[in-house]
């Protein structure tokens, strides 16, 4: 399943950059804001995957 979870977490991160992105035009702070915090969800998500592989690599 870490394949769907870096999906996930990739597309959780594109629709952070576009919501920022959309901030930033619009000059809405609270999108900005909330594109921040799903592209921080997105690296969290990454990085939980990344210690996963490598606890499956160590174990291997």
Same mark, same amino acid.
């Given at each position: ?10 597309? !959780?991160?594109?629709e952070? !950059? ?17 594109? !921040? ?15 996963k ?8």
């Open positions: 399943m870490g394949l769907e979870d870096r999906a996930k977490a990739t597309a !959780k991160n594109v952070g !950059k576009a919501q920022e992105a959309l901030g930033n035009v619009t000059g809405d702070k609270g999108d900005q804001a909330a594109g !921040k915090a799903k592209q921080t969800e997105a690296s969290a998500r990454h990085a939980g995957e990344d210690v592989d490598g606890v499956k690599d160590a174990i291997d």
